[in-house]
């Protein structure tokens, strides 16, 4: 394939920019692979949280919705018309934006599962217009190392299903979301699983030897899409069992650090940090719970801790990244795919309705044995990181063709 003579223009895609430190997670790195291997490429986003992508990322960014320009009350029939035509203008507007571009990358998370609650005519329907436009104009889009899941509305499963269909290039975070993928009816022969994206990230500096600091990653966790009606009983009951186990580890003498993913979880850890004090009054607590906005910041706030308890997916993600054992309290397949990788399958636990008393018992064996599976740990997530790398570089040929010898370095869109 022969170098192009005018500097690609690249597009990426996504829940980006909105407050889950994960997605924009998986954005960073396959930016810093697009700036290392094309720094000719010229980019810019079609995202959720445009003023954030561009603050922090240096990129240019456009609204995924039009809805969000209107600033108008969300309830009421004036919203929902309008409401309504934007949905119909952001079917021009995708396509305009699309036929930019030599390429377009979604990159990563679970853009193909509802996992968490979800409406067909939000992100699914967004997705199939880029797709769908993609097929219009030419534009190559490509879906790169996405998860998937058991989808049961029926329309929001065949926005996803069309999506997948229509996109040029398609490659999984796991087998599971590969197989998720064939069971809808996608032809997905030949397409690569190759891991969550955030494993391509740059590795923090730990400290030498064990600090006695366990990290806890708390969610506001509630259910998926077909639990709205026990949404309340799922989360008391998951913070009940989260606040009893740091209350245990205070109890014993350990210095808990608290995470999040999402700004969502902000108000989980306040809770929890209240009830804790509540139950201990006049006691000072070995707690901590730092400011996180971003994938570095938790990486930092991480790179110090034994052990990792986390929910949140890119909690567990970014833990195992960094050789951490680690304990999953599982709302989805995903977090189980990933802890099965790792050689951690033993250390799951249901989110929904956690049993404290076995939480508890799985913690100690994490512990115990936290020496060697840390070592089993770092050698798999080593291996994820090379084989991402080694699939970006790949892609970035197929899409954009080959390097030129020397180009000038353009990093956003005109």
Same mark, same amino acid.
């Given at each position: 394939?022969?170098?192009?003579?005018?500097?690609?223009?690249?597009?990426?895609?996504?829940?980006?920019?909105?407050?889950?430190?994960?997605?924009?997670?998986?954005?960073?790195?396959? %930016?810093?692979?697009?700036?290392?291997?094309?720094?000719d490429?010229?980019?810019?986003?079609?995202?959720?949280?445009?003023?954030?992508?561009?603050?922090?990322?240096?990129?240019?960014?456009?609204?995924?919705?039009? $809805?969000?320009?209107?600033?108008?009350?969300?309830?009421?029939?004036?919203?929902a018309?309008?409401?309504?035509?934007?949905?119909?203008v952001?079917?021009g507007?995708? %396509?305009? $934006?699309?036929?930019?571009?030599?390429?377009?990358?979604?990159p990563?998370?679970?853009v193909?599962?509802?996992?968490?609650?979800?409406?067909?005519?939000?992100?699914p329907?967004?997705?199939?217009?880029?797709?769908?436009?993609?097929?219009?104009?030419?534009?190559?889009?490509? %879906?790169? +190392?996405?998860?998937?899941?058991?989808?049961?509305?029926?329309?929001?499963?065949?926005?996803?299903?069309?999506?997948?269909?229509?996109?040029? #290039?398609?490659?999984?975070?796991?087998? #599971?979301?590969?197989?998720?993928?064939?069971?809808?009816?996608?032809?997905?022969?030949g397409?690569?699983?190759?891991?969550?994206?955030?494993?391509?990230?740059?590795?923090?500096?730990a400290?030498?030897?064990?600090?006695?600091?366990v990290?806890?990653?708390?969610?506001?966790?509630?259910?998926?899409?077909?639990?709205?009606?026990?949404?309340?009983?799922?989360?008391?009951?998951?913070?009940?069992t989260?606040?009893?186990?740091?209350?245990?580890?205070?109890?014993?003498?350990?210095?808990?650090r608290?995470?999040?993913?999402?700004?969502?979880?902000?108000?989980?850890?306040?809770?929890? %940090?209240?009830?804790?004090?509540?139950?201990r009054?006049?006691?000072?607590?070995?707690v901590?719970?730092?400011?996180?906005?971003?994938?570095?910041?938790?990486?930092?706030?991480?790179?110090?801790?034994?052990?990792?308890?986390?929910?949140?997916?890119?909690?567990?993600?970014?833990?195992?990244?960094?050789?951490?054992?680690?304990l999953?309290?599982?709302?989805?397949?995903k977090?189980?795919?990933?802890?099965?990788e790792?050689?951690?399958?033993?250390?799951? #636990?249901?989110? #929904?309705?956690?049993?404290?008393?076995?939480?508890?018992?799985?913690?100690?064996?994490?512990?115990?044995?936290?020496e060697q599976?840390?070592?089993?740990?770092?050698?798999?997530?080593?291996?994820?990181?090379?084989r991402?790398?080694?699939?970006?570089?790949?892609?970035?040929? +197929?899409?954009?063709?080959?390097?030129?010898?020397?180009?000038?370095?353009?990093?956003?869109?005109?």
């Amino acid at each position: 394939m022969t170098p192009r003579s005018t500097p690609p223009r690249v597009g990426l895609f996504g829940l980006l920019g909105g407050g889950n430190i994960g997605n924009d997670g998986s954005m960073e790195a396959v %930016l810093a692979h697009l700036r290392a291997e094309r720094p000719d490429a010229v980019l810019d986003c079609f995202c959720s949280g445009p003023e954030h992508v561009t603050e922090h990322y240096g990129v240019p960014a456009t609204p995924m919705h039009q $809805w969000a320009s209107y600033r108008l009350e969300r309830r009421g029939p004036a919203a929902a018309a309008l409401k309504a035509l934007g949905k119909v203008v952001d079917a021009g507007r995708t %396509l305009a $934006w699309v036929r930019r571009h030599d390429a377009v990358v979604v990159p990563g998370t679970g853009v193909l599962e509802a996992t968490l609650p979800v409406r067909p005519w939000g992100f699914p329907y967004a997705l199939f217009l880029l797709c769908l436009s993609g097929r219009l104009t030419g534009t190559r889009v490509a %879906l790169l +190392d996405v998860g998937a899941e058991v989808i049961d509305s029926a329309t929001t499963r065949a926005m996803v299903r069309w999506a997948a269909r229509l996109a040029h #290039h398609r490659s999984f975070r796991d087998e #599971h979301s590969r197989r998720v993928v064939r069971d809808m009816g996608v032809d997905v022969r030949g397409d690569e699983v190759g891991a969550d994206l955030t494993f391509a990230l740059p590795l923090a500096v730990a400290p030498a030897g064990p600090t006695g600091i366990v990290g806890v990653g708390l969610m506001a966790w509630s259910g998926g899409s077909g639990d709205r009606r026990r949404a309340q009983e799922i989360h008391d009951s998951y913070l009940a069992t989260m606040t009893d186990f740091v209350g245990r580890l205070v109890d014993d003498g350990r210095r808990v650090r608290l995470f999040v993913g999402d700004a969502l979880d902000d108000a989980v850890v306040a809770r929890v %940090l209240a009830d804790l004090r509540a139950d201990r009054p006049g006691r000072e607590l070995s707690v901590e719970a730092g400011s996180i906005r971003s994938l570095d910041d938790l990486v930092r706030q991480m790179s110090d801790v034994d052990t990792v308890v986390a929910t949140r997916y890119h909690n567990i993600v970014a833990a195992l990244r960094l050789g951490k054992p680690t304990l999953a309290l599982s709302y989805s397949p995903k977090s189980d795919a990933v802890m099965a990788e790792m050689g951690l399958a033993e250390f799951c #636990h249901p989110a #929904h309705f956690p049993d404290p008393d076995r939480l508890a018992a799985q913690f100690a064996e994490l512990e115990a044995r936290r020496e060697q599976l840390g070592r089993v740990v770092a050698a798999r997530a080593a291996a994820a990181a090379d084989r991402l790398h080694r699939q970006l570089s790949g892609l970035c040929r +197929d899409l954009l063709g080959e390097r030129p010898a020397a180009v000038p370095r353009i990093d956003s869109a005109a």
